[in-house]
């Protein structure tokens, strides 16, 4: 008889997770509390991007962050909030914000963000490109001296850990954008990078793993555990009780409550970001590209095209301010003078929360108080970069095979 797994939480890690689980024999149960059809997995940028090796906590970033706080419309923001999780995070936070953690943690992000874009590119291999998955990099673009002086360097960095990049004028930049017009002083490209459009990324996993037998149980709110000593033995839910042999905690930004039912503390904060997404546009970019003095990420997919940002450190919840999404999509104008989109109404303005570290680095391993229990979350700003990777050794893990990759650093009791 083969072992049942289930993994709590429906979003890009815990698809993927599912995905390699099933594929190794396992009878897997998915518990999902929406139906798998919007979420923070969903209106995400789609970039997969092996670029993006350096955490949010850098040097530099509390500085920023602080002028940022004093602006409305700026692309970071923490509201003060008495809260006792919040204040031991933003601590945790300033604590890793250094030149001598983030050179520790870059080769780790590294490692497994090379893994996830090859495994990525496996998935579409053997599911089909139905998500639109696009392997022609990403640009880096800027206005300011500042900014291009940050990126080139960054470049540099890029490539003494062996990605290539291209260092581009404004009028190569142009040249690869013959659709629209740019207006930027140049930009570095990352070929490496590859984006894709995570919604239907999701829908075809979803269908994948239905049509071979895994069990989505949708609609359904996780409220609290069965225990035995070290064993979790059951999960219980607003729809009955579903017993394990071993259990994956992969609900997103909500990890520190469910974990919390089991008797385990996780430091995370949600980080809300916001997305606007245009159907059909008539030209389009060929290129997805940050617009790095913005702190925009815009993503055509296909004929569509999306545009996304803001970091907005306030708790769980899904209110809008539209000042922030008028400040995407103003920072996009001001690259894209000639889009000819116009801003749209409040419900029209996605949202998600991302769930973030201290340090930038995701959850992914066993938890000691369990021998059946293994976490896989907190991935910040890379959820959907690093799903297929999170995915696969998360099957390595509930089969104590060696990993692909060293996991050490992503421990997930490295704040007790
Ligand atoms: C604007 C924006 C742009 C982004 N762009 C990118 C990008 O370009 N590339 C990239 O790599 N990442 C990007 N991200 C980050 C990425 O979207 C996230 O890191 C990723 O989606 C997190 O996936 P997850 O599966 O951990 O969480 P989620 O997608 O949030 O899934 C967790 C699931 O758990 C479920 N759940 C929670 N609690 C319970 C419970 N008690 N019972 C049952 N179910 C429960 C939730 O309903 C949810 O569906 C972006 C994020 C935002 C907001």
Same mark, same amino acid.
């Given at each position: 008889?083969?072992?049942?797994?289930?993994?709590?939480?429906?979003?890009?890690?815990?698809?993927?997770?599912?995905?390699?689980?099933?594929?190794?024999?396992?009878?897997?149960?998915?518990?999902?509390?929406?139906?798998?059809?919007?979420?923070?997995?969903?209106?995400?940028?789609?970039?997969?991007?092996?670029?993006?090796?350096?955490?949010?906590?850098?040097?530099?970033?509390?500085?920023?962050?602080?002028?940022?706080?004093?602006?409305?419309?700026?692309?970071?923001?923490?509201?003060?909030?008495?809260?006792?999780?919040?204040?031991?995070?933003?601590?945790?936070?300033?604590?890793?914000?250094?030149?001598?953690?983030?050179?520790?943690?870059?080769?780790?992000?590294?490692?497994?963000?090379?893994?996830?874009?090859?495994?990525?590119?496996?998935?579409?291999?053997?599911?089909?490109?139905?998500?639109?998955?696009?392997?022609?990099?990403?640009?880096?673009?800027?206005?300011?001296?500042?900014?291009?002086?940050?990126?080139?360097?960054?470049?540099?960095?890029a490539k003494r850990l062996g990605i290539e990049t291209k260092v581009l004028n404004g009028r190569q930049v142009q040249d690869m954008e013959p659709e629209v017009e740019v207006i930027t002083k140049g930009g570095?490209?990352?070929?490496?990078?590859?984006?894709?459009?995570?919604?239907?990324?999701?829908?075809?996993?979803?269908?994948?793993?239905?049509?071979?037998?895994?069990?989505?149980?949708?609609?359904?709110?996780?409220?609290?555990?069965?225990?035995?000593?070290?064993?979790?033995?059951?999960?219980?839910?607003?729809?009955?009780?579903?017993?394990?042999?071993? =259990?994956?905690? *992969?609900? +997103?930004?909500?990890?520190?409550?469910? %974990?919390?039912?089991?008797?385990?503390? #996780?430091?995370?904060? @949600?980080?809300?970001?916001?997305?606007?997404?245009?159907?059909?546009?008539?030209?389009?970019?060929?290129?997805?590209?940050?617009?790095?003095?913005?702190?925009?990420?815009?993503?055509?997919?296909?004929?569509?095209?999306?545009?996304?940002?803001t970091m907005e450190i306030s708790g769980i919840n899904k209110n809008i301010l539209l000042k922030r999404a008028r400040a995407i999509y103003d920072g996009a104008n001001s690259y894209y003078p000639k889009l000819g989109l116009d801003f749209p109404s409040a419900d029209k303005i996605w949202n998600g929360l991302r769930p973030l570290t201290p340090d930038g680095l995701p959850y992914i391993g066993?938890?000691?108080?369990?021998?059946?229990?293994?976490?896989?979350?907190?991935?910040?700003?890379?959820?959907?970069? =690093?799903?297929? *990777?999170? +995915?696969?050794?998360?099957?390595?893990? %509930?089969?104590?095979?060696?990993?692909? #990759?060293?996991?050490? @650093?992503?421990?997930?009791?490295?704040?007790?």
């Amino acid at each position: 008889m083969s072992k049942n797994i289930t993994v709590i939480g429906g979003g890009a890690i815990g698809l993927c997770s599912a995905f390699y689980l099933q594929k190794e024999g396992f009878d897997v149960t998915v518990i999902e509390r929406g139906d798998i059809t919007d979420g923070t997995s969903f209106g995400n940028a789609g970039y997969v991007s092996p670029s993006h090796f350096t955490p949010l906590a850098s040097p530099g970033v509390i500085a920023q962050g602080l002028r940022w706080m004093l602006s409305s419309t700026s692309p970071f923001y923490i509201k003060p909030r008495l809260n006792i999780d919040l204040i031991k995070w933003m601590l945790a936070f300033w604590g890793k914000a250094n030149k001598k953690t983030v050179e520790q943690n870059i080769p780790q992000l590294n490692n497994i963000l090379h893994l996830s874009r090859q495994l990525t590119s496996e998935i579409k291999n053997e599911l089909g490109n139905h998500f639109r998955m696009a392997e022609v990099g990403c640009f880096m673009l800027y206005k300011s001296p500042e900014t291009e002086k940050h990126e080139i360097e960054l470049a540099e960095q890029a490539k003494r850990l062996g990605i290539e990049t291209k260092v581009l004028n404004g009028r190569q930049v142009q040249d690869m954008e013959p659709e629209v017009e740019v207006i930027t002083k140049g930009g570095v490209l990352y070929p490496i990078d590859c984006h894709l459009h995570p919604g239907d990324l999701m829908q075809t996993l979803k269908s994948h793993l239905i049509a071979k037998g895994a069990k989505l149980q949708l609609n359904t709110e996780v409220t609290g555990f069965e225990k035995n000593g070290d064993q979790v033995k059951s999960v219980i839910t607003d729809k009955g009780k579903f017993d394990c042999d071993e =259990l994956v905690i *992969a609900a +997103g930004s909500w990890m520190p409550m469910v %974990a919390k039912k089991l008797g385990i503390y #996780i430091l995370m904060q @949600a980080g809300k970001g916001y997305s606007i997404t245009y159907k059909n546009v008539g030209k389009n970019l060929h290129h997805p590209a940050i617009l790095v003095d913005k702190r925009v990420a815009m993503t055509p997919m296909g004929n569509d095209l999306r545009m996304g940002g803001t970091m907005e450190i306030s708790g769980i919840n899904k209110n809008i301010l539209l000042k922030r999404a008028r400040a995407i999509y103003d920072g996009a104008n001001s690259y894209y003078p000639k889009l000819g989109l116009d801003f749209p109404s409040a419900d029209k303005i996605w949202n998600g929360l991302r769930p973030l570290t201290p340090d930038g680095l995701p959850y992914i391993g066993r938890h000691s108080k369990y021998n059946n229990l293994i976490l896989a979350g907190g991935h910040a700003m890379l959820g959907l970069s =690093l799903a297929a *990777a999170t +995915g696969k050794l998360v099957e390595e893990i %509930a089969c104590n095979k060696p990993t692909s #990759i060293d996991i050490a @650093a992503f421990n997930a009791e490295r704040y007790n």
